[in-house]
């Protein structure tokens, strides 16, 4: 693996722990907005309501099919109509404090700090993102590791999402980068994976969550085996 310059990371589920901080995020607000009294009386119950919520909400996001905007404010309305209750202003104050407050949580995901460092100097490092642009800004900077990355590409400044090619082209040349020097490191199947392949970089499957891709051209489970094998 000594031939490789550049390494993209995703942030999301990949580098920036999105499940536990995001989680964090909503017991607090559960807590905050007395949710309990309104009969949202089990905080794992409304987590997980949540995420089947805005995951389906995400896809449809995602497929062009809904706007960021409305997708931010209908992911806890519809939440909260599972458990029988109303009331625009509540979602609305949810939405935002969500907004404001888990893009701060500095949780990584495991090894990925040590990853980092041990690659900084050795590599130029790069992210390439399908989150809102100004979200994944904040989250670099409270887990403190923005300045590991020459180039951040969202898709919102590329103009397009992974797994189209052209977010990683635009990557490459932002960074001056060649394709066989390259290095993609995901964890979303379709996203990363087949987003590298359609652009013909080699990958890198961070199967911590899911089930190994069989056509990345290397599969982990945690970034010290990747740390391993680029060195």
């Keep these: 693996m000594n031939h490789y310059e550049h390494i993209y990371f995703d942030l999301d589920h990949t580098l920036w722990d999105f499940r536990s901080n995001s989680r964090a995020t909503l017991a607090e607000l559960h807590a905050e907005e007395r949710?309990?009294?309104l009969g949202v009386t089990d905080v794992d119950a409304f987590i997980e309501v949540y995420e089947e919520v805005n995951h389906a909400l995400w896809a449809r996001y995602e497929a062009g099919h809904l706007h960021k905007d409305v997708l931010r404010v209908l992911r806890f309305r519809?939440?909260?109509l599972q458990f029988g209750v109303r009331g625009s202003g509540l979602a609305e104050r949810l939405g935002e404090a969500y907004l404001d407050r888990c893009p701060t949580k500095p949780l990584l995901m495991p090894?990925?700090?040590e990853l980092l460092d041990a690659l900084h100097g050795r590599y130029r490092m790069h992210i390439i993102t399908n989150g809102f642009d100004s979200v994944q800004q904040v989250k670099l900077v409270s887990s403190g590791i923005g300045h590991y990355f020459d180039v951040v590409l969202s898709s919102?400044?590329?103009g397009a999402r992974k797994p189209d090619p052209r977010i990683f082209?635009?990557?490459?040349?932002?960074?001056g980068a060649e394709v066989s020097t390259s290095l993609m490191v995901g964890d979303n199947h379709e996203a990363d994976m087949l987003g590298a392949r359609r652009a013909g970089?080699?990958?890198v499957h961070y199967a911590a969550e899911t089930a190994p891709d069989a056509e990345a051209t290397y599969r982990i489970t945690h970034f010290d085996e990747l740390r391993a094998l680029l060195s």
């Design 35 to 37: 949710l309990a009294e």
């Design 78 to 80: 519809n939440t909260l």
């Design 111 to 113: 090894g990925a700090r």
């Design 201 to 203: 970089m080699d990958h």
């Design 156 to 158: 919102e400044r590329a």
């Design 169 to 175: 082209e635009k990557a490459l040349r932002s960074a």
